[in-house]
């Protein structure tokens, strides 16, 4: 007696490039904005660990409660939780989005607007932190927090 096993693999979706091994979705971020610094005459950014607790608590509290602003719940804005993530800064900014699902087309989509654009090619800003969640809807919520130290 004979069994035949058959194997089906039906992909329903790439499987994404931190799974492979390629780093982490916020790590892809910041490397996939040094790209567009460098392409545009701007120095990388450094990570920093005090910026991406404070995009992490963000995009976090956005994706638990499902709402989209650079203001928080309590009011705070973006300059209040990155003082508050003990970051001491001369200089911040901040792009948030929601929806995109890859680190490609986050970092595409914020290119695409003036104003993120601007961010990310702002020169005098130095270093960043990414924040990046997925809600119970797998609606996915990104933050890039950038700032500048003071001296």
């Not at 091994?21 to 567009?36: E, I, M, W």
Request: with cysteine; hydrophobic share 40%.
């Amino acid at each position: 007696m004979f069994l035949e096993f058959a194997v089906v693999l039906t992909l329903v979706a790439p499987v994404p490039a931190a799974a492979a091994g390629a780093g982490s979705y916020p790590t892809q971020v910041l490397q996939l904005t040094n790209v567009q610094r460098v392409k545009y005459g701007c120095g990388p950014l450094a990570d920093n660990p005090l910026l991406a607790d404070a995009a992490d608590g963000h995009t976090g509290e956005m994706a638990r409660y499902r709402y989209f602003s650079h203001t928080g719940r309590a009011g705070e804005d973006p300059a209040a939780r990155i003082s508050a993530a003990g970051y001491r800064w001369q200089r911040w900014a901040e792009n948030i989005a929601a929806g995109q699902r890859t680190p490609e087309q986050v970092v595409d989509s914020w290119m695409h607007s003036p104003v993120h654009k601007a961010n990310i090619l702002d020169c005098r800003l130095t270093e960043l932190g990414v924040g990046y969640t997925v809600d119970s809807a797998r609606k996915a919520y990104w933050t890039q927090d950038f700032g500048t130290p003071r001296g």
